[in-house]
């Protein structure tokens, strides 16, 4: 079956990093991606990963290893307004997205 | 990026009665589109997902004479919650793919979302 398995909770402190990491398992693959979704909100798009390696982008970084159905999100100089949910999903080869069930992460002063 | 609109964002409608919500892809054409609930502190969940000019394949568990949708041009789906009870109060989100062009990525845009509240 397809499967998707983040973190349900990670804490971390304010001005720190943290990595979100992810595991897949897919009918085939076109990429993964991380949207972020704060309470009460719709989710919004952060990366997209198809190609082995790190993908930077200000304070939020994204990896991917094919070979080993594993991705992470990488978030530096934690701020409070990062206290959100991170959500995992890869596309497969339908292009259909296989959703994780996210990462609540909260940021503590 | 792509814009998909959703309306209403808000709505509290009366034990009974129907609603209907609209998710409409402002600048690309998509012949599919998603429509979602997720309850407080809960992960997405899908509901069905829409095709235009076809039916509307439905998830597992999700009744389709109850959550109609209608999908009826590349621009627009609706999502309508008949005789509707306080249990389907919820966070309804619709998602469309901009997979017309060429590159399709999977990638989804995200409506802001509906609150229905059913009293």
């Known amino acids: 079956g397809q499967n998707i398995d983040q973190p349900t909770e990670m804490t971390a402190t304010e001005g720190a990093i943290v990595q979100i990491n992810c595991t897949y398992q897919?009918?085939?693959?076109?990429?993964l991606f991380w949207y972020q979704q704060h309470a009460g909100e719709a989710p919004t798009f952060l990366s997209y990963?198809?190609l082995d390696g790190l993908e930077e982008k200000g304070r939020f970084s994204s990896f991917l290893s094919r070979s080993k159905g594993y991705s992470y999100l990488l978030l530096k100089e934690l701020q409070m307004k990062d206290s959100a949910s991170y959500l995992c999903?890869?596309?497969?080869?339908?292009?259909?997205?296989?959703w994780g069930a996210g990462t609540k992460l909260i940021i503590k002063p | 990026g792509a814009v998909v609109s959703q309306h209403p964002s808000w709505v509290i409608c009366k034990s009974g009665t129907s609603v209907k919500i609209e998710c409409r892809s402002l600048?690309?054409?998509?012949?599919?589109m998603f429509w979602y609930r997720q309850f407080p502190k809960q992960s997405l969940m899908l509901m069905a997902t829409?095709?235009?000019?076809?039916?509307?394949?439905?998830e597992q568990g999700v009744e389709k004479d109850k959550f109609l949708i209608n999908h009826a041009s590349l621009t627009l789906s609706t999502l309508t919650v008949t005789s509707a009870h306080p249990e389907d109060s919820s966070f309804y989100i619709c998602?469309?793919?901009?997979?017309?062009?060429?590159?399709?990525?999977?990638?989804?845009?995200f409506g802001e979302g509906s609150r229905l509240t059913v009293l």
């Open positions: 998602s469309a793919r901009d997979n017309i062009g060429q590159g399709d990525t999977g990638e989804l845009f």
């Open positions: 600048d690309f054409q998509a012949t599919t």
């Open positions: 829409s095709n235009e000019g076809s039916k509307a394949t439905y």
């Open positions: 897919t009918s085939g693959f076109n990429g």
């Open positions: 990963n198809v």
């Open positions: 999903a890869a596309t497969d080869s339908n292009y259909q997205l296989i």
